[in-house]
């Protein structure tokens, strides 16, 4: 076997994926699920407040100055909205955006 073959080789070997552990494929779905967790609540409380105000989408839309499509994705779970976006929201339904994290322990 000459140089070349064997670099071919060891190109193979370098360029071969690390197998997933089984943990390691618990964590990313319960990542997943806790994300879709957030955005479930995150779109519970923008219609929260469009209720609370007797707001519609549309009234939040020319409020906010945002587009209905964008709104509607976070309403619907399909964007992660940044902070920015929560506090424009937030500002403009007269709320105050709060953010908290929750200790875990002791949850299973």
Do not use: W, Y
Request: aromatic share 2%; glycine share 2%.
């Amino acid at each position: 076997m000459n140089n070349k073959e064997m670099d071919l080789i060891f190109d193979q070997i370098n360029n071969l994926k690390k197998p997933t552990l089984k943990s390691e494929e618990n964590h990313i779905e319960n990542s997943s699920d806790n994300l879709h967790e957030v955005l479930n609540e995150v779109s519970a409380e923008i219609q929260r407040v469009l209720d609370e105000n007797d707001l519609t989408q549309e009234d939040l839309c020319r409020i906010t100055k945002m587009s209905q499509s964008n709104i509607s994705k976070i309403q619907n779970g399909r964007v992660v909205p940044k902070i920015e976006t929560l506090q424009k929201i937030a500002s403009a339904t007269h709320n105050r955006l709060v953010i908290c994290f929750e200790n875990l322990e002791g949850d299973e």
